[in-house]
């Protein structure tokens, strides 16, 4: 003996009754999930691109060219010692002024009147796996630069910062939509229960009068609301991707990120967002019954 | 001897409380109390005892507290004070999530039908049974069966607002019996009928006490009293008068 096999019907049943307040329902969580989802693909390929610069980092320190060779010898030495620190790469005046000769071919004006040695010594430095938070990164640079011999520490920290900040400030945008979502589907959902509730309070107060059980009161409520948060979520995936793929074909990205693709959300991450909606708008439907739900 | 003794003994205890449960009163009201606000009472110091298989009319004007004692037995309204015992089972001490369970015994017949405008006559009276989960062939049979013996086979995939206010009080009594119920109890179920249609409605109340089901009639309806010898309560602001 079991109730299931009669809740499913009613579930559909009552929707077919309350057709239209279910489609403006959904489409409404449908929008909201849209913008939810449009903002974490943002903050997702913003946070990917601020990654994939962080890989890219190399630190260069600028060593004194007065240093003699051998305490070059055990600078270098020190600095593989360092957490963090990968591979490093010694790079003499001399070589590194003809990097500058090969860079500047077409314009060799550029170098005229400089000499050989114009530019110190340098150590490129590769930093380990681990190292490419630049969280993690800060105390290397400042040992490097407290270690006497090296004159400067540079690397791409103001690009990168400011990629990490914009991603930050888009994940908090993606929490106040989020929150934004929470609210809006509470309020929708509860309401349109709440209509149908309404509408069939003589239908379920029958129930009650024959022994129905809470359960078989509220189950196609809480399908119902099932049924809502995935077809709006579902809708709002579907146009989210229609919308990136539009985009990626029609939106020229600046110079310094030109090569960087941005990628749709991930299979989890969609998966997430439409359980997410389902588990809320059943929740919302569940609570919106109990004040019915009297003995 | 030892074991025969054992058995002796179980066997006494189980016919003791087999006549216990014989003598003692299917529904049974102690000093039941009910008010909504503290100066409205609608029932003061109740107390009544009705026996299984009994038929019972509820009189009174209206406004006397008849749907109340209705709704208290049905656990549909809890008693302010006293004790409400149907079956066996004392309601002041049933938890709310096992009240279904006990309204399944009960049929309940109302004066304005309570049927469900867009089912059928049909799935008026399956629902009765669904909800106790009832397996589909089962309740086919069993709808089939009670809706002809009540004469509506005819309309069983008609919807309520198409058939007349006899028939649709007698798809209500299908619903309120489709259970087999220990007690049908009826809350004016003849109030919106002319008194030819009362008439068959109370002819069909005196088949289904006949079939051993205990029945409370709640009526202002001096003429359908007078008419049958059956015991009477008579209520008065909230008062058992006889």
């Not at chain 1, 129930?207 to 077809?231: D, K």
């Not at chain 1, 995936?237 to 985009?247: G, K, N, T």
Request: charged residues 20%; aromatic residues 8%.
């Amino acid at each position: 003996m079991s109730i299931i096999p009669y809740i499913i019907p009613r579930t559909f049943s009552n929707m077919r009754g309350n057709r239209l307040s279910h489609l403006m329902t959904a489409l409404t969580i449908a929008f909201v999930v849209l913008i939810f989802g449009l903002s974490t693909l943002i903050y997702f390929n913003l946070h990917r691109l601020a990654e994939n610069y962080s890989r890219e980092i190399r630190i260069v320190t600028y060593i004194d060219p007065a240093l003699p060779p051998e305490d070059i010898e055990n600078l270098k030495a020190k600095v593989l010692k360092l957490r963090g620190v990968a591979k490093i790469r010694y790079i003499t005046s001399q070589e590194g002024y003809q990097r500058l000769v090969q860079q500047f071919q077409d314009e060799k004006d550029i170098l005229a009147g400089l000499g050989e040695d114009f530019l110190p010594p340098t150590l490129e430095i590769e930093v380990t796996g681990t190292m490419h938070n630049l969280e993690r990164i800060r105390p290397l640079v400042s040992e490097l630069t407290s270690l006497p011999g090296i004159t400067d520490v540079y690397y791409g920290k103001e690009w990168v910062e400011r990629l990490r900040r914009a991603a930050d400030f888009t994940r908090l945008i993606t929490l106040a939509i989020g929150g934004l979502l929470l609210l809006t589907t509470i309020f929708v959902v509860s309401n349109t229960i709440k209509l149908t509730i309404y509408l069939r309070r003589n239908e379920l107060e029958t129930m009650r009068l024959v022994g129905a059980t809470n359960f078989f009161i509220r189950g196609p409520f809480v399908l119902e609301g099932m049924l809502q948060g995935l077809v709006g979520s579902g809708l709002a995936m579907l146009a989210l991707f229609a919308l990136f793929e539009f985009l990626k074909t029609q939106v020229n990205f600046p110079g310094f990120i030109r090569f960087f693709s941005p990628i749709f959300l991930p299979v989890p991450v969609v998966t997430g967002i439409i359980a997410g909606s389902i588990i809320l708008c059943a929740t919302v439907s569940a609570f919106s019954m109990r004040q019915f739900l009297r003995v | 001897m030892h074991n025969n003794a054992v058995i002796i003994i179980i066997r006494t205890t189980f016919a003791d409380k087999l006549k216990n449960k014989m003598d003692s009163p299917l529904i049974e009201l102690k000093h039941v109390y009910k008010s909504y606000e503290q100066d409205f009472t609608v029932l003061e110091d109740i107390n009544l005892r009705i026996g299984k298989g009994e038929f019972v009319f509820v009189n009174g004007p209206s406004g006397a507290g008849k749907t109340t004692l209705l709704k208290v037995i049905l656990c549909l309204e809890r008693s302010t004070k006293g004790e409400v015992w149907v079956d066996g089972i004392n309601l002041k001490r049933l938890s709310n999530y096992k009240i279904p369970y006990l309204r399944r015994r009960m049929g309940m017949v109302f004066q304005d039908f309570k049927l469900i405008e867009n089912l059928t006559v049909f799935e008026n009276v399956a629902l009765a049974m669904e909800v106790c989960g009832v397996k589909k062939s089962v309740i086919e049979q069993k709808v089939d069966q009670v809706l002809k013996s009540l004469g509506l086979e005819i309309k069983k995939r008609i919807y309520p607002r198409r058939l007349s206010g006899g028939e649709q009080q007698r798809v209500a009594i299908a619903r309120a019996v489709v259970n087999d119920p220990l007690v049908l109890l009826a809350d004016e179920p003849t109030g919106n009928l002319d008194a030819g249609r009362a008439a068959d409605i109370m002819s069909l109340f005196n088949e289904i006490s006949a079939r051993g089901a205990t029945v409370i009639f709640a009526t202002h309806n001096q003429e359908l009293i007078r008419s049958t010898a059956k015991r009477v309560i008579i209520l008065n602001q909230g008062r058992i008068v006889t």
